[in-house]
């Protein structure tokens, strides 16, 4: 299920024309979703479970990320005004977020 829902996304974005590091949340780190990643020009960048037999290697410094892109969304979420929409107009929107 995990899987099928990232493939979408990704292929959403498209092939990329040379390898582009993708932070993912540990909840994707099984093989496929991995392999679908690396299938379509992505350079997976999770940690392996620790009770994997054959871990990978991963960017710990990029990794790190996730954490300050996981706080912006909480900050963000925190005003209802963004995700709700009561603005009518792109401009308004776009102004509201920046």
Same mark, same amino acid.
């Given at each position: &299920? &995990?899987?099928?829902?990232?493939?979408?996304? &990704?292929? *959403? $974005? !498209?092939?990329?024309?040379?390898? *582009?590091?993708?932070?993912?949340?540990?909840? /994707?780190? @099984?093989? =496929?979703?991995?392999?679908?990643?690396? *299938? =379509?020009?992505? @350079? +997976?960048? $999770? +940690? +392996?479970?620790? #009770?994997?037999? #054959? +871990?990978?290697?991963? @960017?710990?410094? =990029? /990794?790190? =990320?996730? #954490?300050?892109?996981?706080?912006?969304?909480?900050?963000? %979420? !925190?005003?209802?005004?963004?995700? $709700?929409? /009561?603005?009518?107009?792109?401009? &308004?929107? $776009? !102004?509201?977020? %920046?």
């Amino acid at each position: &299920m &995990m899987h099928r829902r990232a493939k979408i996304l &990704m292929e *959403t $974005v !498209g092939r990329r024309k040379e390898i *582009t590091p993708l932070l993912m949340d540990r909840a /994707y780190e @099984d093989d =496929l979703t991995r392999y679908i990643a690396q *299938t =379509l020009g992505f @350079d +997976p960048i $999770v +940690p +392996p479970k620790s #009770n994997r037999k #054959n +871990p990978w290697e991963y @960017d710990k410094k =990029l /990794y790190k =990320l996730c #954490n300050e892109i996981e706080r912006l969304f909480r900050k963000l %979420q !925190g005003f209802r005004r963004i995700f $709700v929409r /009561y603005e009518k107009l792109d401009k &308004m929107y $776009v !102004g509201i977020i %920046q």
